[in-house]
């Protein structure tokens, strides 16, 4: 094979990936739900090769499970798994916190605060899928200034599957995003006034409550028929109203 033609085949499955990701994180695809190779690279048309290679790709951030002889399967914890993910992130979340007010300060503020003000707009205007996306870049901040790549590495590692239950939780509720954009004002201000101890008091809190709200999710498992058409799946993967996507068409049979 080509240089050119590795690089396609890289520049594709990156594609499939994110798609799929966006999928999952978006909702598209319930807890636990199989995903056929077959079907996904039909609905996408392209062959299963960079299918294949996406799914190992989002197996690597946790969101899917190979099982042997089995299939392919959307994440679905355990509660044991949750738990030691809530934990495994405070623990993380924490120690982001104090390095980045340590070493820098001016730049995390300036970016938690425009995080903020994103999740304030998207509140506004009942955009939960948006709030729950800014509400993960509002986080993201303290690793993006911890000045430390092996914690920001760690946090990168289980990022998917938190941002993944975070989508799921965002709606469950209506009074919850009110109360999580409160604390997460509350968060700025600690932080500003670099009062790091009440901040990382307050992050645990929010952090941990969460745990609940997680089990909640995943034991409300989905259990609406879906549609296996190939037309019916692409618009669950590119969103209603989708068009052909050149991007995601190559003409190689698998």
Request: net charge negative; hydrophobic share 40%; charged share 30%.
């Amino acid at each position: 094979m080509s240089t050119t033609s590795r690089r396609t085949d890289s520049s594709l499955a990156a594609t499939v990936a994110a798609t799929l990701r966006d999928a999952i994180l978006g909702g598209e695809f319930a807890l636990g739900e199989a995903l056929s190779e077959e079907s996904i690279a039909t609905a996408l048309e392209v062959s299963r090769t960079p299918v294949r290679e996406a799914v190992r790709r989002l197996r690597d951030e946790g969101l899917v499970d190979v099982v042997p002889k089995s299939g392919t399967y959307v994440f679905r914890p355990t509660e044991a798994d949750l738990a030691e993910l809530c934990e495994y992130r405070v623990m993380l979340e924490l120690q982001a916190v104090r390095l980045s007010s340590e070493r820098a300060a001016p730049a995390t503020l300036a970016g938690l605060r425009d995080s903020l003000a994103a999740m304030q707009d998207a509140l506004h205007r009942w955009d939960l899928r948006t709030y729950s996306a800014e509400d993960g870049r509002f986080h993201q901040q303290w690793f993006d200034h911890c000045g430390n790549r092996y914690l920001a590495d760690a946090y990168r590692g289980s990022i998917g599957r938190i941002a993944a239950l975070r989508a799921r939780l965002s709606s469950q509720t209506s009074g919850e995003p009110p109360r999580s954009l409160a604390e997460h004002e509350a968060m700025v201000e600690l932080f500003a006034a670099g009062r790091v101890d009440e901040l990382a008091a307050l992050l645990e809190e929010h952090v941990l409550r969460s745990l609940q709200r997680f089990r909640t999710a995943v034991g409300d498992v989905d259990r609406r028929a879906r549609d296996p058409r190939p037309d019916v799946l692409r618009l669950r993967l590119l969103g209603a109203g989708a068009g052909p996507s050149p991007q995601l068409t190559e003409s190689v049979a698998d």
